[in-house]
Structures are given as structure tokens and as C-alpha cells.
């Protein structure tokens, strides 16, 4: 490999790597339809709701992730939590992927950067401005990564049927949200760019990488697009988490 003028440009097409999914994690037979929500108190109550076993405990040094296998009506759905930020939740993404997951949607949260967008708006990344780094692990560079069109429809699909207002657009996908400058916020969304997360371009890469379906919708949560952050009360109620869950594993099943 030439060397690049800055590593995280030096991508390496091998389809396997010294630690790799399938060689260092146990045989487990999960669905091929997979949720990854990151609002544990859906999680939490989807799991008083209905029936489900534990298929397995993803450990690391902050402790165990569990992942579950849920009977949703008559079909059966994996379900975890991704974890935050872009490594851990493509490390997640592959276990599920080694594990048998094939159609994924993941819900979650972001910040907006625009204030007319208001809290719990539901936006669906097409594309994710790759201003993080683990993508570049599984994808050459490029600006920005798409997510799969097919789950993109069945999201919209979806919220369609139960007459949720939502936006199709872009998403920007960073690893330091203690540097979310003006300037910064500024030049994402002249690219046309609604909201800020940690995860999206990681998760639409290793799918693409992995050869799996992946789609993501976010609720609209916290405000970065003033000279100050909004809260907006983020973080500290569970508004609509519920109904995400149930909306995402409705448009797994429509992949």
C-alpha cells in the first residue's frame, strides 16, 4: 500500500482483517431482520411486551450489550442497542451482520441544525457527510455515503402508512460533538445537511462493505444551529421512542 498524505486516507479493499467477525465471534443464528435502537427505554419495554430470548451478551470493557431475538407477531426480529459513536456501533453492526442479520433499520436521535425543525421531527438520512473516521476502514474516500435505497423506501413506506410527517435528507456524521463549531455547523448545511450525529456514515459504510441492507431514520432532538446550544429538553424525556421502535421494526419487515 502507498503511503497517503494522512493515514485515514490509506484504505485497504481486503475483505478480511486479523480480527474478523466470523472468526472470533461465537455461532449464533439471529434473524435476518434486525433493529438497532438506541433508546434503551424502547428496548425496555418492548421486552415487557413480548415474548423474547437473549441470543447473546456483546462484552467489552464497559461492560455487556446484550442482543435478543424478539417474536414480533409471526415473524421473529433481532434487536440490540448499537451503542454511540461510529466504532462501536459498527462494531455492533458486524457482529449482527456475522450473527445472520441481512435487513437492518436503526433508530436514533440527532441534533438539528436548523431551528424549524422541531423537536421529534422525524428525518431519514439519504446520505451521510462522512466527517468521521471509521467509515474510511470500509470504503474509499469520498465525501459522503449513501444509504441502501431500498430501505430508504421502506422507512418512507412506513411513515407513510401511519401518516408521520417526515424529511429525506442529509445527515453529518462526526466523531467530536464538543466540536461542533459555527463555522462548522455552517459549512454542513450549506451541503444541505439537516441534522448532526455520531453513527450514520460508519453504519451505511460497513453495511455497503458487508453487502446488507441498512437504512436509519432520526428524531430531531437537540438545537446547534445558534451562536448557543439548545437543549431542547434532549435527553431528558422519552417522547416518541416507543413508536419509533415499533415504526423502524415495521419497515425491517417491509426489506
Keep these: 500500500m502507498k503511503p ?14 486479523i480480527i474478523d467477525p466470523l472468526g472470533c465471534l461465537p455461532h449464533v443464528e439471529a434473524p435476518e431482520h434486525c433493529v438497532l435502537c438506541f433508546f434503551n427505554d424502547a428496548i425496555d419495554g418492548v421486552l415487557a411486551r413480548l415474548p423474547h430470548k437473549l441470543l447473546y451478551g456483546l462484552k467489552s470493557m464497559m461492560g455487556t450489550s446484550p442482543v435478543y431475538e424478539v417474536q414480533w407477531d409471526e415473524r421473529k426480529l433481532a434487536l440490540a442497542h448499537p451503542r454511540v459513536g461510529g466504532p462501536l456501533a459498527a462494531a455492533t453492526l458486524e457482529a449482527m451482520v ?23 421531527a422525524v428525518i431519514v438520512p439519504r446520505s451521510a ?4 473516521g471509521t467509515s474510511y476502514h470500509y470504503l ?4 459522503e455515503v449513501d444509504a441502501a435505497p ?3 423506501a421502506a422507512i ?3 411513515l407513510g402508512e401511519h401518516c408521520v410527517p417526515h424529511t429525506v435528507g442529509k445527515t453529518w456524521t462526526t466523531d467530536a460533538f464538543y466540536r461542533e463549531t459555527p463555522l462548522r455547523v455552517a459549512q454542513r448545511k450549506r451541503e444541505g445537511c439537516l441534522t448532526v450525529e455520531m453513527e450514520a456514515a460508519s453504519l451505511f459504510a460497513v453495511a455497503r462493505f458487508r453487502g446488507v441492507m441498512l437504512g436509519q431514520f432520526l428524531l ?5 444551529s445558534g451562536t448557543e446550544w439548545d437543549r431542547r429538553e434532549w435527553g431528558r424525556t422519552t417522547d416518541g421512542h416507543d413508536k419509533a421502535l415499533i415504526l423502524a421494526a415495521e419497515a425491517c419487515f417491509k426489506m
Design 4 to 17: 497517503a498524505e494522512f493515514p485515514i486516507l490509506e484504505y485497504d479493499p481486503a475483505p478480511s482483517a
Design 98 to 120: 456475522a450473527f445472520g442479520c441481512r435487513k437492518i433499520v436503526v433508530c436514533g436521535g440527532a441534533g438539528v441544525l436548523d431551528s424549524a425543525i422541531g423537536r421529534g
Design 129 to 132: 457527510v462522512r466527517d468521521e
Design 140 to 143: 474509499p474516500p469520498s465525501r
Design 150 to 152: 431500498q430501505a430508504v
Design 156 to 158: 418512507e413506506a412506513t
Design 220 to 224: 430531531a432532538g437537540d438545537d446547534v
